[in-house]
C-alpha cells in the first residue's frame, strides 16, 4: 500500500522498479553463473576422459602413469610397446614459440601503447588504435599460412648476403614471430589503459624538475604502471601458450626435445588438432591423450593467470 504522502502512481512506480531490479540483478546472476558452469564443464569433460572414464571407456591415467607422463621426454602416443607418452617434447615446443612470441610482442606492444599515450597527437591515435584492432581480428589460421609462405620464406634468405640459416619449411622461429604479432594488440591495449590511469599530476611533476618527455615516460609513468603492464605480459604470454592454429600450420608437427628454434616442433595444442582430426577410435590411446594434453595446458593457463592477479594485487599503485 502506498506509504502516507504518497500517491498511488508512485506506488505502482516504485513496484515496477523494484521489478526491474530484480529482473536485472537474475540476468546479471545467470550470465555469472554461466561462465563458472561452462569452467566446470569442461574441467569435467577432461577429468572424466583423463582421469577417469565412466562406461566401457579407459582413461589416459589407467593405461599411462603419471611417472611416466611427468619424466619421459619421448611422445609417441600409440598402441603397444612401441608407445611413449611423455610431456615434455610438446611442453618445450609449447614454451619455446612462446618465449619467441614474447620477444616480439613486449616490446612492439610496449612501444606502441608508450607512443599512443604520451606521444601520439589526437589524429595519430584515431588511425593507429583501429590498426590495431584491426590486427587482433584477423584470424589466426591467416597468420599460419602468413608464416608458412612469407615468414619462412625470409628467413631462409641470406642475412645480410653472410649468414645463411639452417631452417626447416616447418620451424618454431616463424610460429613464434607470427603468434609474438597476434599478442601485440592485446599488450598494447592493455598497457595503454593502465598507463593512461596514471595521474597527469605525476608527469607535470616530472616536467616540472626538468625531466625531458622521454625520461617522464620511462622513469616515471611506466615504473608507475609496472603492475598492469606486468600483467599485461602475462596475459598475453598465456595467450600466446594457447595459440592453436598458427603454431599447428607453422611449427610442424614433430614431438621432440629440440631446442632449436629453426627447426621442427609441436606444440600441446599443436598435438591436440592433430589428434582430433585423425582417423583414431573414439576409445584410443591416441584420441585419450589428447585430453591428458588439455588438462596439462589448462594447468599451465591458469598458473600463468593467477601469478598475474598475484601481481597486479601486490604491485598495484592506489592514487588518489
Known amino acids: ?17 523494484r521489478r526491474h531490479e530484480t529482473v536485472i540483478r537474475t540476468g546479471l546472476f545467470v550470465c555469472a553463473a554461466l561462465s563458472v558452469l561452462t569452467t566446470g564443464a569442461i574441467v569435467y569433460v577432461l577429468l572424466s576422459n583423463a582421469v577417469y572414464a565412466p562406461g566401457d571407456k579407459t582413461a589416459f591415467f589407467e593405461r599411462v602413469t603419471v611417472t611416466e607422463f611427468l619424466t619421459s621426454t619421448q611422445w609417441k602416443p600409440v598402441e603397444g610397446d612401441r608407445g ?15 618465449l619467441i612470441s614474447s620477444l616480439v610482442s613486449i616490446p612492439a606492444g610496449l612501444g606502441a601503447a608508450i607512443y599512443m599515450t604520451e606521444y601520439a597527437g589526437p589524429r595519430e591515435r584515431q588511425f593507429l588504435k583501429p590498426m590495431l584492432e584491426l590486427l587482433a581480428g584477423i584470424p589466426s589460421v591467416v597468420f599460419g599460412f602468413f608464416a608458412l609462405k612469407f615468414v619462412t620464406p625470409w628467413l631462409l634468405k641470406p642475412v645480410l648476403g653472410l649468414l645463411n640459416l639452417d631452417v626447416s619449411i616447418f620451424n618454431s622461429l616463424s610460429a613464434g614471430i607470427v603468434v609474438g604479432v597476434m599478442v ?6 592493455l598497457s595503454e589503459d593502465v598507463i593512461r590511469s596514471v595521474p597527469r599530476s605525476l608527469r607535470e611533476a616530472a616536467h616540472a624538475l626538468g625531466s625531458t618527455k622521454f625520461d617522464v615516460s620511462m622513469k616515471v609513468v611506466v615504473p608507475a604502471a609496472l603492475s598492469g603492464i ?15 592454429m598458427a603454431v599447428a600450420i607453422a611449427a610442424g608437427g614433430n614431438p621432440v626435445m629440440a631446442m632449436n628454434p629453426l627447426k621442427g616442433s609441436q606444440t600441446m ?12 577410435a573414439a576409445d584410443s590411446i591416441s584420441r585419450m591423450s589428447m ?21 597486479l594485487r601486490r604491485y598495484r599503485e592506489e592514487y588518489q
Request: hydrophobic share 50%.
Open 230 to 244: 606486468l600483467a599485461s605480459f602475462l596475459l598475453a604470454f598465456s595467450r600466446a601458450v594457447g595459440e592453436t
Open 184 to 189: 601485440t594488440p592485446l599488450i598494447a591495449s
Open 291 to 311: 585430453y591428458a594434453v588439455g588438462i596439462t595446458l589448462f594447468l599451465l593457463t591458469l598458473l600463468i593467470n593467477l601469478i598475474s592477479g598475484w601481481i
Open 1 to 17: 500500500m502506498p506509504r502516507a504522502g504518497g500517491s498511488m502512481s508512485d506506488w505502482f512506480s516504485a513496484k515496477k522498479n
Open 269 to 280: 595444442t599443436g598435438f591436440m588438432v592433430h589428434a582430433s582430426t585423425g582417423d583414431s
Open 84 to 98: 611413449r607418452f611423455g610431456i615434455w617434447p610438446l611442453l618445450s615446443g609449447t614454451m619455446m614459440v612462446a
